[in-house]
């Protein structure tokens, strides 16, 4: 879906109003009398704080309403952002309600009300923890399976005792009718990660797939290939991805975001993975007849009708690609495509074969760029930059999309430098991929 400020500030506009309903519920009616600059400031902080960790669960719940606008990519590193800042304002609530009046200090302190306290300090090391654990999950040597679980644990405690907190208090929530809506806006935001934990899972496990083969492939790769049972396979369009559960139910922990990589016109459904994490490396040893769940199609990662197309990838970031590519070929796309597609070596492209096949069946300029070329490479060396993009970006670039996937710097460098050559950035799509 084409990006457009129109959507933008539609978006930004719907998102403060969400994030503002508990204080707009706070301030409505009849309030208390005053209490100072600093005290009206912190108690502030914190129904704005809360009322955007509850949003978080809209932007991690995979809705496709709200995705399209930016893209799933934009829309992750959103919910990152503003965890972040979120996180910052439901801290920074106590810490000025403390300096402002010290007798609210008796909150903490478990001889007046245990529980209390308690609750306190287990959200103020829960928001600490969920949020260190976001940034540094690998430092800290957490699986994906373990970091999904105790983020989704973390979130609903935090969102559970920071309503009962909000209701305890009551100094502006005395009216029967503003803890009501106080309670029922936490719990509908709440209800969205059970939605997707619960809910979805048990949707989709009336629509089962199965394995029908797995292919290794070159850079240390695997393609999983997978038909549905007992119904018709779900549509896509090249470009997006599901969210994958292998394994007899899809109550599981292992759930991951793939690409299609197969063409939109295949009747089965293809995903290739590096050898990367824990999950991807059992790809090798899964058999055909294996179960396996999906839930999608998502992301915004796809090409426009009439638009040419312009990508940029590395490694395995080149799955969406291929998904667009097989596509264009099968349906015969007259379309203009350049893909540059940078790996370390030339033995190590995935796809290698393939990608010089459907160069010549359709209209794509093919480029590889090696970090580490053999003997007598003619080609482009080294990393992807700005002069490089500039040397085969088109004569007509307000013609093109731009995808680009793969490893971060990559993104970052070719992002950047696609903006610095003028290109609009209504025309630049991103996936990044994690290891998983």
């Known amino acids: 879906m084409k990006y457009t400020y129109k959507r933008g500030f539609y978006w930004l506009f719907v998102y403060l109003l969400l994030a503002l309903i508990p204080l707009i519920v706070a301030a409505s009616g009849n309030t208390p009398e005053h209490r100072g600059f600093w005290m009206e400031l912190g108690v502030a902080l914190g129904f704005i704080g809360f009322g955007m960790l509850a949003l978080q669960f809209l932007f991690s719940g995979r809705f496709r309403k709200v995705a399209p606008t930016y893209g799933m990519d934009n829309i992750l590193q959103y919910h990152r952002e503003i965890g972040i800042l979120a996180f910052v304002f439901v801290l920074t609530h106590p810490v000025i309600i403390f300096i402002a009046n010290s007798e609210f200090l008796a909150y903490l302190d478990p001889g007046v009300n245990l529980m209390r306290a308690v609750a306190l300090y287990f959200v103020t090391i829960a928001i600490i923890l969920i949020t260190a654990s976001s940034l540094w999950r690998l430092t800290f040597g957490l699986s994906y399976e373990r970091w999904r679980l105790l983020h989704g644990f973390l979130s609903l405690a935090i969102l559970f005792i920071g309503m009962i907190h909000a209701l305890q208090v009551s100094h502006y929530l005395e009216p029967i009718w503003k803890k009501a809506a106080t309670g029922a806006t936490f719990l509908t935001y709440g209800y969205l990660i059970i939605h997707t934990r619960i809910v979805r899972p048990w949707l989709s496990r009336r629509k089962p797939y199965r394995v029908i083969s797995g292919n290794p492939e070159r850079g240390n790769c695997w393609t999983l290939k997978i038909e549905a049972v007992g119904h018709r396979r779900l549509d896509f ?6 969210w994958l559960t292998i394994g007899a ?4 922990l292992q759930q991951h975001p793939f690409s299609v990589s197969s063409s939109a ?4 459904l293809s995903f290739t993975a590096k050898e990367m994490g824990d999950f991807t490396a059992s790809w090798k040893d899964i058999n055909p007849g294996t179960s396996v769940f999906l839930e999608g199609p998502f992301g915004s990662f796809v090409p426009e009708k009439g638009k040419n197309i312009f990508l940029v990838m590395g490694g395995i970031g ?4 291929m998904g667009m590519l097989r596509t264009m070929r099968d349906t015969k796309d007259p379309r203009t495509v350049v893909l540059i597609y940078g790996n370390i070596n030339w033995e190590e492209i995935t796809f290698r074969e393939e990608l010089e096949e459907i160069s010549k069946e359709i209209n794509m300029k093919l480029v590889h760029l090696l970090e580490k070329p053999p003997e007598g490479w003619e080609g482009e060396k080294g990393l992807v930059s700005r002069d490089l993009l500039n040397k085969y970006l088109p004569d007509n670039p307000e013609d093109f999309m731009y995808f ?3 490893p971060k710097p ?8 696609l903006r610095e050559l003028g290109i609009d950035w209504r025309l630049i799509y991103t996936e990044r991929f994690k290891i998983i």
Not at 249 to 252: E, I, L, M, R, W
Not at 410 to 417: A, G, N, V, Y
């Open 410 to 417: 990559l993104m970052d460098i070719t992002e950047i430098s």
């Open 318 to 321: 080149i799955t969406p690609g």
């Open 265 to 268: 016109r295949d009747k089965t």
């Open 249 to 252: 139910t899809p109550f599981s």
């Open 404 to 406: 680009i996937c793969g």
């Open 237 to 242: 369009i090249c470009g997006q991805f599901v």
